[in-house]
């Protein structure tokens, strides 16, 4: 079945250090691929996404580029702020056979970010 | 557009109660699903509905979870016989269908912490 991999956190980083965390994922077909955030105390919110082979999803920031080669979409920043300390969940799209979509999970990896 | 809903935001019950949650979603999404995140892990689909219909339920959907939409509007799970390993995170997510294959996202209610003692 399909499967998403991150890599384990807490990821602890300076004010203005570059982020780089890594998600790769096991699935058949040609799922989207998603980043969602989730601030203490909230709800997911999407980050970003890419919905085929070498698209780059970019938002606030932070990208990611969807390798079908290498079935990965590792998020990247070059400059975290104090305010991006929060849990990054890596997901894809599975497609049902009536046409829509559920989404399957990474564990999440947690970002720390000191002044 | 105020969001997706759900209430309650924290619950806490003794063991063999029966609890329910409700999700009030985007109120033109079609698309409503139901997730489960246990602590330090990713959220888990539990089940799909599009309008009124439950087209699919996840294995981790016991016989003691039932999840309702009557009239394609707001949605609600209940736990029946609550066991400690219900405690999670209960997600409610919304969404339009599809369009031409690429899936819409997904907007993601606050959740709802469930504490079975």
């Known amino acids: 079945g399909n499967s998403v991999t991150q890599m384990e956190g807490p990821v602890t980083l300076s004010e203005e250090a570059f982020l780089t965390i890594n998600c790769t994922y096991t699935a058949t077909g040609y799922p989207s691929l998603f980043w969602y955030v989730q601030y203490p105390g909230e709800g997911l919110q999407l980050l970003l996404k890419?919905?085929?082979?070498?698209d780059k999803g970019s938002n606030k920031g932070f990208e990611a580029t969807y390798r079908k080669e290498t079935t990965s979409f590792h998020l990247e920043k070059g400059s975290v702020q104090v305010s991006d300390s929060a849990v990054y969940f890596c997901?894809?799209?599975?497609?049902?056979?009536?046409?829509?979509?559920?989404?399957?999970f990474g564990k999440g990896t947690m970002l720390l970010v000191s002044p | 557009d105020t969001g997706v809903s759900q209430d309650p935001r924290h619950k806490i019950t003794k063991r063999g109660q029966n609890v329910t949650f409700r999700c009030d979603p985007i109120s033109e999404h079609n698309r409503l699903y139901w997730y489960r995140q246990t602590l330090g892990q990713g959220p888990e689909f539990l089940t799909y509905?599009?309008?009124?219909?439950?087209?699919?339920k996840s294995r981790l959907l016991s016989d003691r979870f039932s999840a309702e939409r009557p009239k394609g509007s707001f949605s609600t799970l209940e736990i029946q016989r609550t066991e400690q390993g219900d405690s999670a995170m209960y997600l409610c997510?919304?969404?339009?269908?599809?369009?031409?294959?690429?899936?819409?996202?997904?907007?993601f209610g606050p959740g709802t912490r469930l504490t079975v003692t």
């Open positions: 509905f599009q309008n009124e219909a439950q087209l699919e």
């Open positions: 997901a894809l799209s599975d497609v049902r056979g009536s046409g829509y979509s559920t989404l399957t």
């Open positions: 997510a919304s969404s339009l269908a599809q369009d031409r294959g690429t899936p819409y996202e997904q907007y």
């Open positions: 890419a919905t085929k082979a070498d």
